[in-house]
């Protein structure tokens, strides 16, 4: 196992990366987030790789009133513990609880869940730093800040994708 950490940060899109999404709808309790097969592996995995791992997810079911910004901290709480538990670490979640209409800098595609992240953490390289999601906004987002991109999809996981990266490097 690589214990030099070659690679600054890590972001991961959260639904359908760290747990299953739920297809026309919302994780709205620790009962519906579902921790993908793998994921846990992954993770410690990459934390061998990259200096940070940082969260970064849309989570519009707050714009819409489906669910309150206090029960998607206790969903990241819920996600937090398991990981660490599991030997894993993620160093912060970031999410964007505004509507598509509301026009907001945090959403991605656009970039301001990043921008967040490197004031709190001044000395992430995007330049040297990944982003791993399973939907066009997450892909897109990240190149905007030159970041190294990775689509993922439910035939080809977090898992599967950092067991092909330890390879490659």
């Excluded at 994921?39 to 489906?66: H, Y």
């Excluded at 953490?121 to 791993?132: D, G, H, L």
Aim: net charge positive; aromatic share 12%; glycine share 6%.
């Amino acid at each position: 196992m690589i214990v030099n950490k070659q690679f600054d940060t890590l972001f991961l899109d959260r639904d359908g990366v760290i747990n299953r999404q739920i297809i026309d709808g919302y994780v709205t309790s620790i009962q519906e987030f579902k921790f993908i097969n793998g994921v846990f592996s992954a993770i410690n995995k990459l934390n061998n790789i990259f200096r940070r791992i940082i969260v970064v997810t849309n989570q519009q079911c707050i714009g819409k009133g489906i669910i309150t910004h206090e029960e998607v901290k206790k969903i990241h709480e819920f996600m937090l513990i398991n990981i660490k538990n599991n030997g894993g670490k993620i160093d912060a979640v970031y999410y964007c609880p505004h509507l598509v209409s509301d026009n907001c800098f945090c959403r991605k595609p656009l970039t301001g869940l990043f921008i967040k992240a490197k004031d709190e953490y001044p000395e992430i390289k995007f330049e040297k730093s990944f982003m791993v999601g399973d939907s066009i906004s997450d892909i897109e987002a990240g190149k905007k800040l030159n970041l190294n991109t990775k689509k993922i999809t439910k035939n080809y996981t977090l898992f599967d994708w950092v067991n092909d990266f330890i390879v490659e490097i």
